[in-house]
């Protein structure tokens, strides 16, 4: 008899966790609820978004010191171009380092208004790889950007979309991290492009587990992804059923990562939504097994 699809694999994969900052209490004890769930895991880095045009700059700041300072976990501060001059980003950076943060994923960022497109501040940087520069100016960050598997809305082509890429990453970013897709092949194809085009930093998939269709229609619209048929197929009569849409979306995205395993990935980027249950079932599916041990003790060994 064969061993069933995920039975042999052995757990040997590091992931990262994003949250966003919380609205109010209520929304807090969700994202703390769900922090302490996935910490076990280990993840190498949790990072906390920044809304679009610095609108949740001091709730960012508030979140990612309390992660650091109630768990240890490695945080990354998500830090953007939008509405703001250098002055202004200078002091949000330094503000991150005085806080303990060490990495920061520098984003261009986008308008407060969706459809708007990105103008610069007249005294700000004018790219994420303008920011990127800047930030090394600042202080010794690691610094994550994004990558597009199914291109920027903005770029021109694919091909224009990695020179950006490698621009980012030439200006002093460690790493990607890629916005979500759906298709194993298109994020493979786009890592086979970034390495012909002599980009070796590490490029870590965006994965989002998907239990909502219509708040992730939401997302992909505004991002340039792509919904297979297939997959909306397979929640189709479950609007009823959210216990049934997380099963479902659980055997999804842990099948695309046993797809992208196969394909030597060994780094994977979950888009919590501020929930455990969905990632924390996929990482159960690739082997991964919680380490219960203090993490704030062992910081601090």
């Not at 395993?261 to 994977?268: I, L, M």
Request: charged letters at 25%.
């Amino acid at each position: 008899m064969s061993k069933p699809l995920f039975a042999s694999l052995p757990g040997d994969i590091d992931v990262s966790f994003e949250f966003f900052p919380p609205k109010n209490d209520k929304s807090e004890e969700q994202l703390w609820d769900t922090v302490l769930a996935l910490a076990p895991l280990r993840p190498d880095f949790v990072s906390v978004t920044y809304g679009a045009g610095g609108s949740t700059r001091d709730r960012t700041h508030g979140t990612v010191a309390r992660i650091i300072r109630e768990t240890g976990l490695p945080t990354a501060a998500h830090l953007t171009c939008v509405d703001a001059s250098r002055d202004e980003i200078r002091e949000v950076a330094e503000g991150f380092w005085n806080a303990g943060v060490r990495h920061i994923v520098a984003l261009r960022g986008d308008p407060p208004t969706m459809g708007d497109r990105f103008v610069p501040h007249p005294d700000g940087y004018a790219s994420a790889a303008d920011l990127v520069a800047g930030l090394k100016d600042i202080a010794p960050f690691d610094i994550s950007v994004a990558a597009y598997p199914e291109t920027h809305p903005e770029a021109q082509d694919p091909q224009a979309d990695i020179d950006n890429l490698k621009r980012k990453l030439d200006a002093g970013a460690s790493r990607a991290i890629t916005q979500f897709f759906f298709a194993p092949e298109k994020f493979l194809r786009f890592r086979d492009l970034a390495a012909a085009q002599g980009i070796d930093a590490p490029i870590l998939p965006g994965i989002l587990p998907v239990s909502n269709v219509a708040q992730t229609r939401k997302f992909a619209d505004a991002c340039g992804a792509e919904i297979p048929k297939w997959m909306e197929e397979l929640f189709e009569g479950l609007d009823n059923r959210p216990e049934s849409r997380k099963l479902v979306a659980a055997t999804i995205a842990a099948e695309m990562c046993r797809s992208l395993y196969a394909e030597g990935v060994r780094d994977f980027h979950f888009y919590t939504l501020n929930r455990a249950e969905l990632s924390y079932a996929v990482c159960h599916l690739l082997g991964m097994r919680p380490r219960e041990a203090a993490l704030v003790q062992e910081n601090a060994a």
